[in-house]
């Protein structure tokens, strides 16, 4: 199983619904692919609900419980990248990983903010970008408080305005041709990776790339079946859809 950009520690963060999603899925490995926690947020304003709490430590008696984890930091908690190749509360934290799946294939996991040139070079102007984005989830977090009162599932009002930005449509297809080209480079099959809050899963010269996606906007995760499928899980769909039994997820480890 495959998770990225959660963002404990914002109001954006949909901890309800990643709650409910660890709650009806287990596996054998679980990636944590970056920004899990948002340390940026943290530093600046401290929000801390009871949730937030519950999600760290459901994931924690996952381990306990046998599950190995893989954190990979991201972008925004690199502080933990002062910790790679240590182990606490039993999860090993990395740089990036190699996932071998139940058919044999090698996928690059890692998180991918450093094939973002914004982030890479100019940090202020990312900060400045957190901030407007910040804003569009907070207006996302009320709209959806409304749609949930009419009884209308979840929607993504921020993942909806970003893909009808030209610039934002253009800086995800150069964010995707760059890690399949990494993949490339590495001699694996495929990459999963987070990041840019857009889950994908398509062929891209000869590499598969894949995205988890995140649980601000998409409330999505990448889950291998035991046959070695990998897909994506649309959490608010699968969510909407109780009645069908709880998706099974990856079984095969690294």
């Not at 893909?163 to 449509?169: E, M, S, T, Y």
């Not at 490339?184 to 987070?194: E, L, M, Q, Y």
């Not at 899963?201 to 906007?217: F, I, K, L």
Request: hydrophobic share 45%; glycine share 8%; charged share 25%.
């Amino acid at each position: 199983m495959f998770l990225s950009d959660v963002h404990l520690g914002t109001k954006g963060c949909q901890s309800e619904l990643f709650l409910d999603f660890l709650k009806h899925t287990d596996a054998e490995t679980i990636y944590l692919v970056g920004d899990i926690i948002d340390f940026w947020r943290l530093k600046r304003s401290w929000y801390w609900p009871q949730k937030h709490n519950d999600v760290v430590q459901k994931l924690l008696r996952k381990g306990r419980k046998g599950a190995r984890i893989i954190y990979i930091p991201g972008n925004h908690d690199e502080l933990l990248r002062d910790y790679i190749g240590t182990h606490f509360g039993g999860i090993e934290v990395m740089r990036r990983a190699i996932h071998i799946s139940a058919t044999g294939e090698r996928f690059l996991v890692l998180h991918g903010d450093e094939f973002d040139a914004v982030v890479r070079y100019a940090k202020w102007l990312a900060l400045l970008g957190d901030w407007a984005y910040a804003t569009a989830l907070l207006v996302n977090t009320y709209f959806n408080v409304a749609r949930r009162k009419l009884g209308f599932p979840y929607w993504s009002l921020s993942a909806w305005l970003k893909l009808k930005v030209k610039n934002a449509v253009a800086f995800i297809s150069e964010f995707e041709q760059a890690l399949a080209a990494e993949a490339a480079r590495a001699r694996v099959d495929g990459v999963v990776c987070g990041h840019i809050h857009h889950p994908a899963d398509q062929m891209m010269n000869g590499v598969r790339y894949v995205n988890c996606g995140d649980w601000v906007e998409s409330c999505t995760a990448v889950g291998e079946r035991p046959d070695g499928t990998l897909e994506i899980i649309r959490w608010p769909v699968v969510r909407a859809q109780r009645q069908d039994p709880p998706v099974e997820t990856a079984r095969v480890a690294a």
